[in-house]
């Protein structure tokens, strides 16, 4: 575990590297921690380079269209709904860290088969399974960290490994650049083979995970027959309830959470406006040269691997977490209509605009994750964590999906008016997300 004061924090004349290294070797103290955080720097890296080389490849080498090329991306993601869910309620009945290893080695496996692909169907058909195979794995791994941690270490542990994530996808990046330098098929197929191996390697770290993580064995109480051959009423009554607390578990039938799920995947369509509404507002509706998208990139990665762990401090208290949720909305707020106001300037003056406009959505994204972590984590029934984790990230599944249709149909469609509709979007769901932060706590307070 952490400890709340490292010895180099006593140290006035130690260097900020150092101040970071310590923390970050005292993080890794953490034996599920130290596994999670290996896995997850080695197989981001893969997908990092899967990011960088995954549309051209399609569009390129493949020959697909533009418009097939996104029907794979969008079926993809779309199974991810489904697997989400699946994931989770997987995890609550086998092994978690046994399934997430399958799941993601299984996920490593079938990006490297990209290196094959020739078509559109046999594209279709291996993102798809790739897709349904890592949100699994990332549900699983969810049910991980709810388990793995102390509640006021769950939020912590999320959000170094999302930092890790960053720089390790950045990494990747680097290393498709080199298939997009020499162009060529047998670069570009190379380089996925061995980005598919990477993501698979990255598995093996969670085989050193305890049995700790996984869910408490059930109880499995079956009704048994007496020595005359009647049925034991009592087994039978004890396996009875048993499944009917099971049942009752269930985040199907929890309101409140269902609904933190949709507002939080609301709020989550946030990360579309980065990757799909920037870029075209900056290419049809600004002067800013095209290389600013990459220049809003740099900034964005910079900022969440700067401060993603200390804004996520003190968000497993329920109330924090939507206070930092309705920051994060009056943020998003400033960011669209920053992003609008670069409509039509100087090129100079919509670079500046854009720029301000990005730290204040990457705040903002910031917060929000922090605060959905929180509420995510202390808002489930720890009976059944895998199912809630699976339900909220098939949450956010649906954001991702329902993303770029959303911020076409307003901010690119409408400009300024589109782009105030999309801010309202965005701080409608952070002002319902604060209101069951704050009912969830009053109800803690008032049965203290």
Sequence with gaps: MTSARPDTDSNETATRPGRIRARLASALSDPVLRALFTATAVSRIGRGVFFAVTVL????????????????????SGCGVVASFLGGWLADRWSARRLSFAFEATGGLLLAAYAFVGDFVSALVLASLAGFFDSMGHASRSAIIARGFAPDRRVHARAVLRTVTNVSIAAGSGLGAIALALGTAEAYRIVIACAGLICALGSLPLLRLTASVDAPARTGIRPVRTETGS???DAAAAALAERRDWNRRSPWRDPRYLVLSGLSAVFGMQFGVAEFGVPLWITERTDAPDVVVAVLLIVNTTLVVLLQVRASRGTHDVRVAGRV???AGWLMVAACMVYALAAGLPVWAAVAVLVVGMIAHTFAEILSQAGAWGLSFELADPVRAGAYQGVFGMGFSLGALASPIVVNATAITFGL???????????????????????????????A
């Design 417 to 447: 008016a589109g782009w105030a509709m999309l801010a309202g979007i965005f701080f409608a769901a952070a002002l319902g997300i604060w209101l069951i932060a704050r009912r969830a706590a009053a109800s803690v307070a008032a049965s």
């Design 57 to 76: 490849f399609f569009t390129q080498i493949i020959g697909l269209s533009a418009a097939q090329a996104a029907v794979v991306l969008a079926v993809s």
């Design 231 to 233: 049925i034991d009423t």
């Design 325 to 327: 949720t309705l920051t």
